[in-house]
């Protein structure tokens, strides 16, 4: 029976699954280009970074500050580098909308565990869930882990079939040529974050 712990859970994982950042940007730019699976796909992998951190959050919170203290800025510079090179990957490769590859399989689980990694390498994303956390009044239950990490995956799955079903449906009414310079509109804004993620860590 689901308790008040799961639609906290929810909450977190609507809330952390608006499509902003680098990851969302990305996400999005899958689902306008290639379509309806490959976006969702690659938003899960997200969603289960969400899912893993919230976890993170929930039950070890006493080291959470450590951890991040030690190693954020070793994850803040392989972020940026991904980014960049994500970014640089994109603006100069060219734009094929709805890709017919044998291997799709293949493709798939490559989505998935780039939208994972990327996601999962910003530990400081933990720091925003024990915000929402504090702001929901979620207090730490170990009996109740199971419902939030379900509430956070349902929320982060909601969030997303949404959001990817809005821009594919959005896309049809588009040209080719538009959907390209979208693309390499979205393959700049990624470059342009790993770009400043950089410049922060040498200039701070």
Partial sequence: MLNITFFKGLATGLILSFPFGPVGFYCMEKALTEGKREGYVTALGMVTSDVLYGLIAFLFVNIVDDFIFKYEIFCKIAVGVLLILLGLKKLNT??????????????????????????????TGIVTILAIYTLLGL????????????????GGVISWFFTVNIICAFRKKLTDDVLIKLSKFASFVILTFGIITLGYIIFS
């Fill in 94 to 123: 060219p734009v094929v909308l709805d890709k017919k590859i044998i291997n799709q399989d293949y493709n798939i689980f490559q989505d998935y565990f780039i939208g994972f990694g990327l996601a999962s390498l910003n530990i």
């Fill in 139 to 154: 207090v730490r239950d170990q009996d109740n882990y199971f419902h939030l990490a379900l509430g956070i995956a349902a």
